[in-house]
């Protein structure tokens, strides 16, 4: 694409958006469609056939050969599978294209091969695939050609979910419900959806790709298993919102061009604090729609970067002593007549409904801080978390100057009578406008922190899925808002029943609100005070998904079974214990077959060095030292080698489960380290050209 393109020429170009459909759609089958999406209802056969006809004409006409069922298993990734459109030759040779309405709705899929932790086994390997009508369909053009993408969720034989799509619709199935008791009791009577609305930001690192595919730590586990700082990291936060180097920007242009196609609104984007990272973010959809285009904005980046001869990372600590890539969760409530759930108003001291919801949201969050820590448990967010560009691993709720001072007003006295004003903000410069100022700052340290008119979940890790922390906000606050209807709906007096449960509710919880600095060890003291749970490791949080209070919720509003559940514990826990192995044996490939043998290359050339130059009477005291040094390194680098080789064959011999696990976390990751430590002091000793991969310096700072 040439310079000074129109973004409104090409955006959702690739989309089977709603507009197309509208224009290619007979009007019944169109309203229909509709029908079904706003009743959750089935879908007529025959109008089945027709969307898949005009679906399969219009992806014909961007270039597409096939079509996939494109779905989200436990696999935490996206999956498909692809079918040409070819049906069969005609009586006159020439061939006949075709997609069926039944094709379209259902699709099949080996269910056993993919995780369902005991839901299906090799011998039940049938699952499906059901076409989500809420989220469009999509060309995508890669190598492949040009495919068309249907949303699908996956379910097993028996109806099991897995994947995420599906509890994720169903969260949102049980928020609106209950959302809407909430919003009748205020006299609403118009509403008829209330959604829950999400925009992710997305973090993530660039590298060179030759420099890439010389450390293999990156390649086998997306992050650096050995290496020395630096002498220049972070530390004057020059980089952070700095120009974008050519390559960069080059790689930004075509990203935003891919995404603007697929009709996913992509909006900011900008340097970072690390080295070599960088930031997208996107324009609030519908949680479900968010989900998916948050896929495809992880698909793109990487797609797009090999483009340009470089290597996206999304691990959430691809290098260790500089800041690692989350993924903030920016969620909020809205109804299908513009109604955002979560706006204060100018005067939300007078804003019932919306001191009602906020009361309903701390209420959740305090009583299920276990479950959301959980939804952003991954391996490498366990090197992320509590760090220095973290929130900790522990659940608290920034609310800011003004609403934390209307809390304590209702605590208090029962009634909130005033709103703090955010005034002016004067720059001193006469050039310069006073700028009006908001009425709250914000604090990067929460993991939970309220913004305007919306939270900000910033716990979740850059390569996972955004469908489990939304999965819990939103049954949990769905949850709140049953409790306090049950309540509200039988009061006699509203009013007075109303500001009683909302005093009640922010009494109750107000341990979980902090607007202090999360970084700081005085905080985690302060939280075990509160009795605030501190789940610091994957391992500690996945018990989060099946205590009673949890399997009893998901149950009761039908976003998860308790087998549902169980299953993803038991996929969480091998999951957890295969990534470490993963890293451990690759430390052990690394070592034994590259860091030792150029070490021992090293030592080999100082001693020969040292005998040449005593040989001819010349000192050689440096040379020594150096030896001494790298020898007792090497010692102890072997030494830790061998202990790790140990310990990765008991795993080897251990059953998948808890106990893997926890051998995994509790031996596995110090012997990791242990291993680390030496041969990370061995690269600032040894000779540049001689030592066998890349340094930090190298892939940080090379593009």
């Known amino acids: 694409m040439g310079e000074g393109f129109n973004v409104a020429d090409i955006y959702g170009e690739d989309v089977f958006s709603d507009s197309v459909m509208r224009s290619r759609l007979p009007k019944n089958a169109y309203k229909e469609l509709h029908r079904a999406i706003d009743e959750g209802s089935d879908l007529n056969p025959l109008v089945a056939d027709e969307i898949a006809e005009a679906m399969k004409q219009w992806a014909i006409e961007k270039g597409a050969t096939h079509y996939t069922h494109w779905f989200q298993p436990l696999t935490g990734t996206t999956a498909e599978k692809h079918d040409s459109f070819l049906a069969s030759s005609g009586e006159d040779g020439k061939v006949l294209m075709e ?10 899929s080996d269910a056993s091969s993919f995780p369902s932790g005991g839901l299906r086994a090799t011998f039940e390997a049938r699952g499906y695939t059901a076409w989500d009508m809420t989220s469009p369909a ?10 068309l993408c249907i949303p699908t969720a996956f379910c097993s034989y028996n109806g099991e979910a897995l994947d995420f799509k599906t509890p994720l619709l169903r969260s949102m199935d049980a928020l609106n419900k209950q959302a809407l ?9 118009t509403s008829r959806k209330a959604r829950p609305y999400v925009g992710p930001e997305q973090e993530y690192f660039l590298v060179d790709k030759k420099t890439f595919h ?4 990156l390649v086998y586990t997306g992050r650096t298993l050995f290496g020395a700082m630096p002498p220049k990291g972070q530390e004057l936060d020059d980089h952070y919102y700095g120009s974008l180097r050519t390559r960069v920007a080059s790689f930004m242009k075509d990203v935003n061009q891919q995404l603007w196609r697929l009709g996913v609104p992509a909006k900011t984007q900008h340097n970072e604090v690390a080295p070599a990272q960088h930031e997208l973010a996107v324009i609030y959809e519908n949680a479900s729609l968010a989900v998916d285009n948050n896929h495809l ?19 959430e600590k691809p290098f260790a002593g500089v800041n690692g890539s989350g993924k903030h969760n920016n969620w909020s409530i809205q109804t299908d007549d513009g109604i955002n759930l979560l706006d204060p108003g100018k005067t939300p001291h007078q804003n019932s409904q919306f001191l009602l919801v906020l009361a309903c949201i701390l209420k959740a969050v305090d009583e299920h801080a276990d479950l959301l820590r959980e939804s952003a448990a991954d391996p490498g967010n366990d090197h992320r978390l509590g760090a220095d560009e973290a929130p900790p691993a522990i659940i608290s709720v920034f609310l800011g100057d003004q609403l934390e001072d209307l809390v304590m007003q209702l605590i208090k006295t029962g009634e909130a009578t005033s709103s703090l004003r955010g005034g002016k903000l004067l720059t001193g410069a006469s050039t310069l406008p006073d700028l009006s100022k908001d009425a709250t700052d914000r604090n990067r340290t929460s993991p939970f922190a309220f913004t305007g008119n919306k939270f900000e979940f910033r716990m979740v890790g850059s390569r996972d899925s955004i469908a489990a922390p939304n999965i819990v906000l939103n049954t949990i606050t769905a949850q709140a808002f049953s409790d306090a209807c049950d309540e509200l709906e039988l009061a006699e007096d509203f009013e007075a029943a109303l500001h009683g449960l909302i005093r009640r509710y922010l009494t109750e919880h107000q341990r979980i609100i902090f607007n202090g600095n999360g970084y700081s060890r005085e905080w985690i003291a302060e939280a075990g005070r509160r009795g605030l749970p501190n789940l610091p490791s994957m ?3 996945i018990p989060a998904l099946v205590t009673e209070s949890a399997v009893s919720m998901f149950e009761t509003y039908g976003v998860f079974s308790r087998s549902e559940l169980e299953s993803r514990v038991e996929i969480k ?12 044996m690759t430390m052990i490939d690394m070592a034994s077959k590259s860091i030792i043998p150029a070490i021992v290359r090293w030592t080999g050339t100082l001693a020969a060095i040292i005998k040449d130059l005593e040989s001819i009477g010349t000192p050689a005291y440096v040379q020594r030292e150096l030896l001494q040094e790298s020898g007792e390194l090497l010692d102890h680098t072997s030494k830790a080698l061998k202990e790790l080789i140990r310990l990765s064959r008991q795993v080897e011999e251990m059953p998948a489960g808890r106990e893997r ?3 995994c976390h509790d031996r596995i990751c110090p012997a990791m380290e242990a291993l680390r430590k030496p041969v990370d002091r061995l690269e600032m000793i040894v000779d540049k050209e001689m030592w066998p991969m890349p340094s930090y310096g190298d892939l940080l700072f090379e593009l």
């Open 99 to 108: 997609l069926s309405g039944k094709n379209l709705i259902k699709g099949e």
């Open 138 to 147: 999509f060309v995508r053009k890669d190598a492949a050609g040009a495919t």
């Open 181 to 189: 008791r909430l919003l009748r009791l205020f006299g609403n009577t």
């Open 214 to 217: 010389r450390r293999k730590d």
């Open 297 to 315: 904005v992880m698909q793109t980046l990487k797609r797009v970067a090999s483009w340009h001869d470089m290597r996206c990372l999304l691990h």
């Open 539 to 541: 391992v500690d949080a």
């Open 573 to 584: 826990y091998e999951t957890y214990a295969n990534t470490i192995h993963i890293e451990a």
């Open 661 to 663: 696990a926890l051998f």
